[in-house]
C-alpha cells in the first residue's frame, strides 16, 4: 500500500507470529483498567483502601486487645504485610474472569492472552505501589522515625511478588477457561493460604519443629521478606530470600508452561 | 478439558522459501490444506467432580465429534487482489478469517501471510463503553498493533474520516451503533493494513457513512491493498473484489469472476429456499 509506513511490514511473516506480545498494548490496556475504575468516581483510590484499611482495622483490634499478640507496634507489622496479601488475593480473584470478560475481544482481533492477563495483574500493582507509599509514609513518620536502609529492598521484593503472582495468574486464568471449578475453587485455597501465611502473626510465632515446612510456601517467605525490610528495619534473611527467590521463578515457569500450552485454544473456548 | 488440545495438532511454520524470490512476487496470502474442526460436544466434562467420576468410572471425559469448519481449504491471494468469500452460514467464511488473522490455529494445513494485515471482524469489540472516543481511539488502535507514534501520525485522519465532531470526548456508551461503526471502521482503515480482513461488517451505519466507507475501500485497492471480504450481499462489494471464492460446508465449491460466482450463489440460495419452503 502507498501510505505504508513500516517497510518491515512485508517481511514474510506467519498468522501466529502477529499476536505477539506487545508493550503498547500492555500500557494501554493497564492505562484503561484504571480509567474504567477511576475516572467516575470522586473518592476514587479511597475505596480502594477502604477495604484493606477495615480489614486492618478489624485485625488490629482483634489482635491488640482479644487475642494479644505478643508483637509491638502491632499495626506497623501488619501494614507491613497486609497490602501484599491484599495485592495477590485481587490479581489472582481477577484471573478467573480476566479471559471470560474479554471473550468476544478474543474473537475478533488477534490479541495474545498473556497482555490481558499482565495487564490486570500490572492494574493491580499500580494500586498497589501507591498503597505502599502510604505504609512507607506511616512507618517512616510513626515507626522508624526516619528511613531505614532495608527500605531499598523494596523494588527487589516487588519484582519477586510480580513474578510469583504472575506464575500463579497465568495458569489460574488458563484453567478457568477449561474447569468452572476454579473460580469456587479459589476463594477456599486463598482462605487456607492466608491463614497458612505470615499476613496477621509472624512467622517467628510458628513452632520451631514446624517452620522448615511452613516456609516452603514462597509466600511466607515473601511476607517475611516485606515484614524484615519495612517492620524490622533490616535486611531480609538471604537464606529464605533465595529459597523464595527459587519458588516463584519455578512457579512462573510452570505456570507460563501449563499457559502456553493451551493458549492457542483460549479465543475458540472462553 | 486440556486433554482435547492433544489433538489439535498446529501446522509447523514454514519459512523454508526461497530468499532470492522478492515478497512482492510472492501471494499475499497461501492456504494449503488447510483444516480446521471444532468439536461438537454431546458431552463435556467442566468439572473436577465429574473429572474425578468419569476417571473412576473409566467413562470418556468427552464424547465430541469434529465438526469441520474447513475441510482441506485450498486459498490463494495475490497481493493488491480482492476477493470475496461467499456461502451460507456455517460454511467457514469467518474461520476462514480468522485463521488469516491469526486469532485461531488450523487443526492442520498450511498458512502464510505476508503483509500487515488489519482485521475488522467485529465493528467496536475493542471500545470500553465509559472511555471517551479520543481514549477508546488509542486502544483500539494498540489492540490493532499500533505503536503511539504510529497513531499519533493517524489520529487527525480517524477523527476525520469518522466525523464525530465534539461526541470524540464523550464516553462511547453515548453513541448510537452507527456511530460506533464510524469510529471502529476509522481506525481499522487508518491502521494502514497491507490486507484488510472485512467481516460483513458494512451493514452498519447510514447511507453516506456506507458510501463513504467503499470509497475508502476503493482507493485501498487502487494503492495496492490486498482486501479478503465476507459478504451476504456480493453486488455492492463486487466493485472491489474481482474473483468470488464461494465456500460449502468448508470447502471450496465454485471460484471464479465475482459477478458469475455471485450468479450461481444466488442461484443455489434461490433453489435451496424454495425447497425449503
New interface residues.
Given amino acids: 500500500?502507498?501510505?505504508?509506513?513500516?517497510p518491515s511490514?512485508?517481511?514474510?511473516?506467519?498468522?501466529?507470529?502477529?499476536?505477539r506480545w506487545?508493550w503498547?498494548?500492555l500500557?494501554?490496556?493497564v492505562?484503561?483498567n484504571l480509567?474504567?475504575k477511576y475516572?467516575?468516581s470522586a473518592l476514587g483510590f479511597v475505596w480502594t483502601l477502604l477495604n484493606p484499611l477495615l480489614t486492618v482495622g478489624v485485625l488490629i483490634a482483634v489482635f491488640r486487645y482479644v487475642v494479644k499478640l505478643q508483637v509491638p507496634h502491632y499495626w506497623a507489622f501488619l501494614i507491613s504485610g497486609y497490602f501484599v496479601w491484599s495485592f495477590t488475593l485481587q490479581a489472582l480473584t481477577a484471573a478467573t474472569t480476566v479471559l471470560p470478560e474479554h471473550s468476544?475481544?478474543?474473537?475478533?482481533?488477534?490479541?495474545p492472552s498473556e497482555t490481558l492477563i499482565t495487564a490486570t495483574v500490572l492494574s493491580r500493582l499500580a494500586e498497589f505501589l501507591a498503597e505502599m507509599a502510604l505504609v512507607l509514609v506511616l512507618l517512616t513518620v510513626f515507626h522508624h522515625q526516619g528511613v531505614p536502609a532495608s527500605y531499598l529492598w523494596l523494588p527487589v521484593l516487588v519484582v519477586l511478588q510480580v513474578t510469583l503472582v504472575l506464575g500463579l495468574t497465568l495458569p489460574i486464568a488458563t484453567?478457568s477457561a477449561?474447569?468452572?471449578?476454579v473460580q469456587h475453587?479459589l476463594p477456599i485455597a486463598l482462605m487456607v493460604l492466608f491463614y497458612v501465611s505470615p499476613v496477621f502473626y509472624p512467622a517467628s510465632l510458628v513452632p520451631e519443629a514446624a517452620r522448615g515446612w511452613y516456609q516452603l510456601n514462597p509466600f511466607a517467605g515473601l511476607l517475611t521478606a516485606y515484614q524484615s525490610a519495612l517492620y524490622e528495619g533490616r535486611a531480609p534473611a538471604l537464606g529464605l530470600l533465595a529459597l523464595t527467590a527459587a519458588e516463584a521463578l519455578a512457579i512462573a515457569g510452570v505456570g507460563y508452561a501449563i499457559f502456553r500450552?493451551?493458549r492457542?485454544?483460549l479465543?475458540?473456548i472462553v | 478439558m486440556p486433554s482435547s488440545a492433544a489433538t489439535v495438532v498446529s501446522s509447523p511454520r514454514s519459512s523454508e522459501r526461497p530468499a532470492a524470490r522478492s515478497a512482492m512476487a510472492e501471494p499475499a496470502i497461501v492456504c494449503r490444506g488447510v483444516v480446521k474442526h471444532y468439536y461438537y460436544y454431546e458431552h463435556r466434562t467442566t468439572s473436577l467432580r465429574e473429572l474425578f467420576r468419569r476417571r473412576v468410572l473409566r467413562r470418556p471425559l468427552h464424547v465430541r465429534q469434529p465438526r469441520f469448519a474447513l475441510s482441506g481449504l485450498d486459498l490463494q491471494v495475490g497481493h493488491g487482489e480482492g476477493v470475496v468469500l461467499l456461502g451460507r452460514n456455517g460454511s467457514g467464511k469467518s474461520t476462514v478469517l480468522r485463521l488469516l488473522a491469526g486469532i485461531y490455529q488450523p487443526t492442520a494445513g498450511e498458512i502464510e501471510v505476508r503483509g500487515r494485515v488489519g482485521t475488522v471482524m467485529e465493528l467496536g469489540a475493542g471500545f470500553h463503553p465509559e472511555l471517551t472516543g479520543t481514549e477508546n481511539v488509542h486502544l483500539y488502535a494498540a489492540m490493532l498493533g499500533l505503536g503511539r507514534r504510529e497513531v499519533a501520525a493517524r489520529y487527525e485522519r480517524i477523527l476525520d474520516f469518522a466525523g464525530l465532531g465534539d461526541f470524540i470526548s464523550m464516553p462511547v456508551k453515548y453513541y448510537s451503533s452507527g456511530m460506533q461503526a464510524r469510529l471502529a471502521f476509522a481506525v481499522a482503515i487508518c491502521v494502514d493494513p497491507d490486507i484488510l480482513l472485512l467481516d460483513e461488517v458494512l451493514a452498519v451505519g447510514d447511507q453516506g457513512f456506507r458510501e463513504r466507507c467503499m470509497e475508502r475501500l476503493r482507493r485501498f485497492r487502487e494503492a495496492g491493498g490486498t482486501l479478503v471480504a465476507v459478504s451476504h450481499d456480493p453486488e455492492g462489494i463486487e466493485k472491489l473484489c474481482g474473483r468470488a471464492v464461494w465456500l460449502q460446508a468448508g470447502q471450496v465449491r465454485m471460484e471464479g469472476p465475482t459477478a458469475e460466482v455471485a450468479a450461481a450463489y444466488a442461484a443455489s440460495a434461490h433453489g435451496e429456499g424454495r425447497e425449503g419452503g
Fill in positions: 500500500m502507498a501510505t505504508l509506513e513500516t511490514a512485508l517481511a514474510p511473516r506467519h498468522p501466529f507470529s502477529r499476536r506487545s503498547e498494548l500500557a494501554n490496556l492505562a484503561r480509567r474504567v475516572q467516575r468476544h475481544l478474543a474473537r475478533s482481533l488477534p490479541l484453567l477449561f474447569f468452572h471449578d475453587a500450552r493451551y492457542g485454544l479465543p475458540e
